[in-house]
């Protein structure tokens, strides 16, 4: 499968401030990439598939105004969290479908949180 | 919304027993996936299910599709404290991938 690599591993941030996470796929161009988040004890929900070159397409009821992707590269999405609040905190997740038709790889995960 | 509950939610036995986890749903899925994740970590691929009744063996764990595409078991036999983890089926449709409620597993020495 693909090598996803994601940074920071963990933030810690103020409230109201805005953080970015890199999601970067490291041998594979990947045209889409996703981003999910993962509440403590609790399974992964998909927020939004980021398009290389187009707008992402956003989960109902995630505000794309707040998690703001940008997927500039075929080897780079990015995830800002606009005016971070404490229930912004937790764990937010990329993956890449890489070249086998079933495969998605996920990065290691960001863990935000916001106080 | 294509919605997947796995059950147990949770599960605690000791070393050494078998068990199945369940991953069940309305919906039909054109591929099945499990996932194991470790805490602080992303979910990482066990197997992928394609065809109705399908089954896969890897070591100890062995997966089953259900005929309908819309059902999957995930059966360890002789579980060890290395299977800890959370475990996740994943249903792929409409171009992404969904997944389950989850089930914490805690192998006991």
């Known amino acids: 499968g693909a090598v996803v690599s994601q940074h920071p591993s963990w933030v810690i941030c103020k409230s109201g401030t805005s953080v970015k996470i890199e999601c970067r796929s490291l041998?594979?161009?990947?045209?889409?990439m996703f981003w999910y988040r993962q509440f403590p004890k609790q399974s992964l929900m998909l927020m939004a598939t980021?398009?290389?070159?187009?707008?992402?397409?956003?989960e109902q009821g995630v505000e794309k105004d707040k998690f703001l992707i940008n997927h500039a590269s075929l080897t780079l999405s990015t995830l800002t969290v606009t005016s971070a609040h404490p229930e912004d905190s937790s764990f937010y997740i990329c993956?890449?479908?890489?070249?086998?038709?079933?495969?998605?790889?996920f990065g290691s995960g960001t863990r935000l949180t916001v106080v | 919304t294509q919605l997947l509950e796995q059950s147990p939610q949770f599960l605690s036995i000791q070393e050494g027993e078998n068990l199945t986890v369940y991953c069940n749903s309305s919906?039909?899925?054109?591929?099945l996936q499990w996932y194991r994740q470790e805490p602080g970590e992303g979910p990482v691929l066990l197997v992928t299910?394609?065809?109705?009744?399908e089954v896969k063996k890897l070591k100890r764990l062995t997966f089953q599709f259900g005929d309908a595409r819309k059902d999957s078991s995930l059966h360890i036999t002789a579980a060890q404290p290395g299977d800890t983890g959370l475990y996740l089926c994943?249903?792929?449709?409409?171009?992404?991938?969904?997944f389950g409620t989850g089930t914490r597993l805690t192998i006991i020495p």
């Open positions: 299910v394609v065809t109705g009744g």
């Open positions: 993956s890449v479908r890489d070249r086998s038709f079933y495969g998605y790889t």
């Open positions: 919906s039909v899925f054109s591929s």
């Open positions: 041998d594979f161009q990947a045209t889409t």
């Open positions: 994943a249903g792929f449709g409409n171009e992404k991938l969904t």
């Open positions: 980021s398009n290389e070159g187009s707008k992402a397409t956003y």
